[in-house]
């Protein structure tokens, strides 16, 4: 059974910053994209950013400069650095993965909980 475990959320002021964490566990062979969505009321849930098993990254354009996406492949982690936060950034931030369970399994994607970035003053 997979798990991804996300912290980090919480309540900022405009301009400021937050890191979230995304901690797989669980039977995990392999994982290729690992990536962030955010979905805010009233709205469809949205890519922020992913990361591929080797490194490469992509960005929405709302947050290109602002957020930056890294992972530890060891941990089966990935965090999202977020600086500069706006109100429009509030929204419950979900975290996935796409990844093999087992040896010659299929891939799957999982996705963590969702946890709450406010950005209010």
């Known amino acids: 059974q997979v798990q991804l475990v996300v912290s980090g959320g919480g309540l900022v002021q405009p301009g400021g910053s937050l890191r979230l964490s995304c901690a797989g566990s669980g039977s995990i062979f392999s994982i290729s994209a690992m990536g962030w969505y955010r979905q805010a009321p009233g709205k469809e849930r949205e890519s922020v950013a992913s990361?591929?098993?080797?490194?490469?990254?992509n960005y929405a354009d709302s947050v290109r400069g602002r957020f930056t996406i890294s992972r530890d492949n060891a941990k089966n982690t990935v965090y999202l650095e977020m600086i500069s936060l706006k109100p429009e950034d509030t929204a419950a931030y979900y975290c996935?993965?796409?990844?093999?369970?087992?040896?010659?399994?299929?891939?799957?994607?999982?996705w963590g909980q969702g946890t709450q970035v406010t950005v209010s003053s």
């Open positions: 996935n993965a796409r990844l093999i369970a087992y040896y010659r399994g299929p891939t799957y994607d999982y």
């Open positions: 990361i591929t098993s080797g490194g490469s990254t």
